[in-house]
């Protein structure tokens, strides 16, 4: 019955289930620090109190909720004891239909007070029956800063839920706004030492960096993997009225920054659009965020091209439109056909969530295409044709020329000696060049 401010956390273990609480603030000049607490939420407990009932600000934590993928709600009718039976009764009915509304499913709605045992009792037995329903999104190790501190013998401290992948104590990881490697010194989990920690666990974190150089709302990643943009290509789910170069609040795990909303198209009661952001993001493949204007939610949605590419707008939108549907075989024909120097495959787990083999693999049914497999590039026919004018006008100016895939890559960096072997291949094949007697 007090008042929540900023996030705050605690745990309890129930039979198997041991349970993190991440609890929010409901009022709603606090919504931004609700955001920065959902974004670790696998389950949303709703608390509502009895004598209040739904509250506008409630709507709009569920409106979140749907927007960052939570679907999976559990409801306490608080404060039980100080209303009657029926004031309960229509106070449930009145969630049960929000919920259906929104498409939201109720795993159970029971009454609460801190008053009687026997309710404290049952909410603590629902609890224990819950089922651990988080998914992996991504395969790496992915975890963002939601609190920063010192501790004296220890040095800096940050804590975070893991969104994927897992961790161990000596590790090297990134702070990716700072590009930065640290190592973990070590790693709690509700106040006890461990040496590993995987997805959907909220940990603190003894990293060797000070806290001056840390800030809520960093990823930290491991090195290599990820790339910072200040423009991405998303899907939006609107809430309220969007329009184009509209300026809004952009929340993506636990980081606020500005946003410019540039409108693609809109269409099915979504819109595709380019973010331009006042800072850069390491984004992943449909990656979750929330849009906000004026103290109000208008939005959210899915990042679906975390890494900046050239291409027409025609090309733009139906990539994204085969990105939203998980076809990536044609969005691959959309990204060959866009980068006539070769697309590469080696931030597959960024772009796609996708490993560079899955890629691979994808790219094989692909007719009339080179792929690397040891530089991860994918050539197109067109590709092929520049390589194959550059050694013809070497030869037009030198007819007795010498050279190799090497040499040709010297002149065209971004085609590797793989592929120059093919096109020097298929020109022997065609009497156009030949090999050079070995001295």
């Known amino acids: 019955r007090g008042m929540t401010i900023d996030i705050s956390f605690s745990n309890i273990i129930l039979g198997d289930n041991h349970i ?38 409630s709507i709009e934590h569920l409106n979140i909720a749907k927007l960052l993928g939570i679907n999976e709600v559990l409801v306490f009718v608080s404060k039980s004891d100080l209303v009657k039976e029926e004031r309960i009764k229509e106070v449930k009915k009145e969630i049960v239909k929000l919920l259906k509304k929104l498409e939201l499913n109720l795993i159970e709605i029971s009454e609460f007070s801190i008053h009687k045992a026997e309710l404290v009792a049952k909410a603590k037995e629902i609890l224990s029956k819950l089922e651990n329903n988080k998914k992996e999104n991504g395969n790496f190790f992915r ?4 609190r920063v501190f010192s501790k004296k013998g220890f040095g800096s401290i940050v804590t975070g839920t893991i969104l994927s992948g897992q961790i161990s104590k000596n590790d090297k990881i990134l702070v990716c ?9 070590n790693i709690q ?28 709302g960093m990823l930290l990643c491991k090195k290599g993997i990820l790339r910072g943009f200040d423009k991405i290509d998303c899907v939006i789910f609107p809430i309220q009225k969007i329009t184009n170069n509209q300026n809004a609040a952009f929340f993506i795990g636990s980081k606020k920054i500005n946003a410019t909303i540039n409108i693609l198209e809109e269409y099915d009661n979504r819109i595709l659009a380019t973010l331009k952001l006042d800072e850069i993001i390491f984004g992943i493949f449909k990656e979750r965020f929330i849009l906000r204007d004026n103290m109000k939610t208008i939005g959210g949605g899915m990042i679906l091209n975390p890494i900046t590419d050239p291409m027409k707008k025609t090309q733009k939108i139906q990539y994204l439109k085969y990105l939203y549907d998980d076809d990536f075989k044609s969005a691959f024909k959309i990204l060959i056909d866009a980068h006539k120097c070769g697309f590469g495959l080696l931030q597959s787990l960024q772009r796609f969530n996708l490993t560079s083999s899955e890629s691979i693999k994808i790219a094989k049914s692909i007719d009339d295409i080179f792929i690397d497999e040891d530089f991860l590039v994918i050539y197109s026919l067109e590709s092929k044709e520049i390589v194959k004018n550059a050694i013809l006008n070497l030869i037009a100016k030198n007819k007795n020329a010498i050279f190799s895939a090497n040499s040709i890559n010297n002149q065209l960096k971004w085609s590797s000696p793989n592929f120059n072997k093919e096109v020097i291949k298929e020109l022997e094949s065609k009497g156009i060049i030949k090999k050079s007697a070995p001295n």
Not at 195 to 207: D, F, P, S, V
Request: glycine fraction near 6%.
């Open 20 to 57: 993190s609480f991440i609890d929010v603030p409901g009022h709603e000049k606090l919504v931004k620090n609700m955001i920065s607490g959902a974004f670790g939420i696998d389950i949303l407990a709703l608390i509502v109190a009895a004598d209040d009932g739904i509250m506008e600000q």
């Open 143 to 146: 975890y963002y800063i939601d």
């Open 189 to 216: 989990n509700h106040d006890k030492e461990i040496e590993n920690a995987t997805i959907a666990q909220r940990i603190a974190l003894n990293i060797t960096t000070p806290k001056e150089n840390l800030k809520k």
């Open 177 to 185: 706004d700072l590009g930065q490697e640290v190592i973990i010194k």
